[in-house]
């Protein structure tokens, strides 16, 4: 069959070779036309975890509590007092203007919002007395007191100092998104749950593509909007300091990233693959010929993925990148060869080195392209739909890699005038003849080196978490940086967090009362026999303490304010807003508690204002249900997102008796949680996968449970260093980095695979296990340098990204490939001269100089 199929290639492809490159620029300027199609995705979409329900119960959420997005300009006067008049003049024209901002429906800052306490007012004149900082006659001092310390607006809207505040643009909340998205997902559980019948399919397709163009056309609208604020707030730069902050932002900064990325790590490694082709080769047809390979490489496959409408996200951003480094390895192992011969047989025609070329590398190359494939593939199993879809890319494009340097270089060989002068002189043989000697020389030294090495991994590993800060994956050089830093150490925080609590649909009574009386529950009730909160009160009345109508009584209330003051204890909580701001607000204002009576009046007869700002947003009537607010400070060093939700989850649960199907905690800190507590399970699911389908190949190549064992060791060796390295330096997993084992086993493998098949025809030459260690590290260990110097190269360009986990990423992904080759061009044939997994040859074959040129029936069979 293999026969038959080097025939084939002969006959088709070097038989052929014009008509195969003009095929290959065709195929290749089809899908150039698809690239003004590319697009990117930085959406929360690609932040979380595919099938995470806590993504649906926080859409359910945001669309219940109409709590659209926003963005927040930060705002500090340069020139003096920010309360002065000239302050205030500037700040009310910036509001004027943001408020005509596309989208926005109201902007929120120190000049509209109800001031209460300046001066302070009785309760019964909020609708009739009730003042804002832009009336005249407002005492500045009082509303800047009122602004720093009322329970409404302290750690919201005015930095402790005084100096710096916020413009909350309010956005119109995205219905139509959340419809779409909520049709797809439901059909997609079901197709989870059950197969679908084709027309549930047909649905499912319609849905999702009509939720893509939705969410295509609402980024665009919302970078247009990014833009547009920061046009205008542009102008106010020479009286103010202003960030801009907000989930849209980062959104749109996200997309610049990866555009800058897309085009940094394209230029730069384009112009790395020619100076290391001409380092290496020195020769103009050496460096043309591997260059247009993986031009045609890279341009096809963003093609691809441009008619497909399959987008790139910050984690594929380095896609490019990735597959010109794996495609320029390949090219250089098929140069490397076709010298070879070329110097062995210079009497060999073009064609006849072509085909020995092809013939020796076909079988090398196919299985480490199907290892590199196994080793993406794996990232599957993450979960995570980023990390998915980089594999499913990485996949395809080495697919794609193999059959474009398996076209292009040969077929160009063909047409080439053959050099007549010898090639260049080719020293490298001596640097990687030094490994051989120094294996040879300290087998000792190499094994205790390499047992040191498995002891660090173990213990580096157990040291590895997840909990990073995400303010940290951003320079602090850029605004997303800067303006997160403001907001959190200056205005309450930055990542929102929501807890909500759900009334008993069965019962009217408080929520530790739901729970059956059972023997193991008997006690935990016992401590609400007689409800703590409630208060005696002869004006209460049926009517007002009816279920729906339980968060808004003293009993539900000062459960609620117990809540609302454990939060505001916790060091990582910055704002919190809930029900119980109102309640305190009407306490301070009355001068003694209110009672149930009073609650009742009060709640029919707030004006729209306070309403908006202090009822609806946290309390769901038609639910029975309320809903506490609260941002977290991503800054302090000691956050640990799941240890305060299960504090929290305790507290409510020991404390207040409501039980743990009662009360939800939902917003951006849980999803991202959710996503950040996976990545131990990715990490492991992902190298298991990867050691088992490579182990798998092995057996297949090499028939040799013990060949394949010993190719894996240095490799499976590489990723446990680079992990126990991050565990060590507190460098945590994150949706880059998980990948970086399954890639450097992947690719690491790579070298093995071209190692130990060269190996073996070295040793079928005389049987002596040394000497074909000698010989093949003064060959393939040319190759393997190469290749490994150019893949560490490649991979530090990544550090010129200004997304910090792509910085981490190329940095440890070089680490890893160095270690890699270290290890197999040490360990590796240390291990084969001491288990000597090959039978000895019955007769020496000699693969030298007496060669014969290479015919389909002669050749080496791949």
């Known amino acids: 069959m293999l026969s038959s199929l080097k025939a084939y290639y002969e006959k088709l492809i070097l038989g052929h070779p014009k008509t195969v490159l003009i095929l290959v620029v065709l195929i290749t300027l089809a899908a150039a036309a698809g690239l003004p199609r590319f697009k990117l995705d930085a959406s929360a979409d690609s932040l979380t975890l595919e099938t995470d329900n806590a993504l649906d119960y926080y859409r359910e959420v945001s669309e219940r509590y109409a709590s659209g997005d926003f963005l927040v300009v930060t705002y500090h006067y340069k020139n003096g007092d920010l309360f002065s008049p000239d302050s205030l003049a500037n700040l009310r024209r910036l509001s004027t203007e943001l408020s005509q901002v596309q989208g926005a429906t109201g902007i929120q800052s120190i000049l509209n919002v109800p001031l ?19 009336m005249p006659n407002t005492n500045h001092q009082l509303a800047r007191e009122e602004f720093l310390n009322s329970p409404i607006y302290r750690n919201l809207i005015l930095s402790p100092d005084g100096q710096t505040t916020a413009l909350v643009i309010n956005l119109k909340p995205d219905s139509r998104g959340l419809e779409l998205v ?32 939705h969410r295509t056309e609402s980024e665009a609208q919302s970078r247009a909007r990014v ?65 247009a390979t993986c031009v045609s490489t890279a341009v096809t496959m963003l093609g691809l993925l441009s008619w497909l409408d399959w987008r790139l996200t910050v984690i594929s951003a380095n896609f490019v990148a990735l597959l010109l480094i794996i495609t320029l390895a390949i090219t250089i192992h098929l140069a490397v060869r076709y010298r070879e011969y070329f110097t062995l047989h210079p009497e060999w025609d073009r064609k006849q080195l072509a085909l020995a070329t092809v013939s020796f590398m076909a079988k090398p190359c196919l299985y480490t392209g199907l290892t590199t494939i196994v080793a993406f593939i794996s990232l599957v199993a993450s979960g995570i739909r980023p990390v998915i879809d980089f594999g499913w890319m990485m996949s395809i494009g080495v697919i794609l ?54 002891v660090f991994s173990v213990f580096g590993i157990s040291k590895l978490k997840v909990e990073n800060r995400f303010i940290d994956y951003f320079d602090d050089s850029t605004e997303i940086y800067q303006g997160m830093l403001v907001i959190d150490q200056q205005l309450g925080g930055t990542t929102p967090l929501e807890i909500v609590i759900d009334m008993p649909t069965d019962s009217g009574q408080p929520l530790n009362d739901r729970t059956p009386q059972t023997a193991d529950t008997q006690q935990g009730d016992d401590d609400f026999e007689e409800d703590p909160f ?116 305790t507290f409510a649960e020991d404390d207040l008796g409501i039980s743990r199907e009662n009360i939800h905690l939902t917003g951006m800190l849980v999803l991202y949680n959710n996503m950040l507590q996976s990545l131990f399970q990715s990490q492991i699911l992902t190298l298991g996968a990867v050691f088992i389908g490579i182990l798998l190949m092995f057996l297949v190549l090499f028939r040799s449970l013990w060949l394949a064992l010993i190719a894996l ?54 049987g002596d296990y040394l000497a074909s260690m000698h010989r093949s590290h ?10 490994a110097i150019t893949i560490v190269a490649g991979f530090s360009i990544l550090t010129l990204s200004e997304f910090v986990p792509s910085i981490y990423f190329g940095l440890l992904t070089a680490l890893a490939m160095s270690t890699a080759l270290l290890g197999s061009l040490t360990l590796l044939p240390l291990l084969l001269l001491l288990i000597k997994p090959f039978p000895k040859p019955a007769t020496a074959i000699n693969t030298g100089s007496t060669h014969k040129p290479p015919t389909t029936e002669s050749c080496p069979s791949p």
Not at 116 to 134: G, H, N, Q, V
Not at 263 to 290: D, E, K, S
Not at 433 to 443: A, G, P
Not at 778 to 787: D, E, N, S
Request: hydrophobic share 45%.
């Open 778 to 787: 003064a060959t393939i260990g040319r190759a393997m340098f190469y290749t």
């Open 182 to 213: 909520r049709e797809r997902d439901a059909l997609r559980r079901l197709r989870n749950k059950d197969r679908l019948n084709p027309e549930q399919q047909t649905q499912l397709q319609n849905a999702s593509a009509a939720y893509l163009q």
């Open 227 to 291: 833009e547009q604020v920061r046009e205008i707030i542009s102008h106010y730069s020479g009286d103010a300091e202003l960030f801009l902050g907000g989930i849209s932002m980062i959104t749109a900064d996200m997309i610049a990233f990866i555009q800058n990325d897309l085009v940094v790590f394209g230029a730069g490694t384009l112009l790395f693959i020619v100076l290391t082709l001409l380092i290496i080769f020195r020769q103009v047809r050496w460096v043309l010929l591997p260059l």
């Open 401 to 454: 890699a193999l059959m474009m340097a398996f076209l292009i270089i040969p077929a160009s060989l063909v047409l080439l005038r053959k050099r007549n002068s010898t090639l260049s002189k080719d020293n490298s043989h001596v640097f990687t003849l030094l490994f051989s000697r120094f294996t040879e020389r300290h087998t000792a030294l190499v094994l205790s080196a390499a047992a040191l090495a498995a």
């Open 534 to 649: 409630a208060d005696e009160d002869i004006f209460g009345d049926e009517e007002a303490t009816t279920e729906n109508s339980y968060w808004f009584t003293t009993s539900g209330l000062a459960r609620i304010e117990k809540l609302h003051d454990f939060l505001e204890q916790q060091p990582e909580i910055g704002k919190v807003q809930s029900l119980a701001t109102l309640y305190k607000v009407a306490r301070d204002l009355k001068g003694s508690a209110l009672n149930d009576f009073e609650l009742a009046v009060a709640r029919n007869s707030l004006p729209p204002e306070i309403n908006q700002v202090l009822v609806e947003p946290y309390w769901s009537t038609e639910h029975n249900q309320t809903r506490i607010t609260l941002r977290v400070l991503e800054t302090d060093p000691g956050l640990r997102r799941s240890e305060l939700i299960q504090r929290i989850y």
């Open 713 to 766: 060791t240095p490799n499976m060796l590489a990723a446990g260093i680079v992990l126990g390295g991050m565990g060590l330096a507190g460098i945590p997993l994150d949706m880059m980095t998980i990948t970086i084992a399954a890639i450097t086993v992947g690719i690491g493998v790579d070298n093995a695979i071209h190692y130990i098949y060269r190996y073996r025809e070295e040793f079928r030459r005389d």
């Open 116 to 134: 209460l306490y300046s001066p302070k007012i009785f309760i019964t004149d909020i609708a009739t007395e009730m003042r804002t900082l832009s």
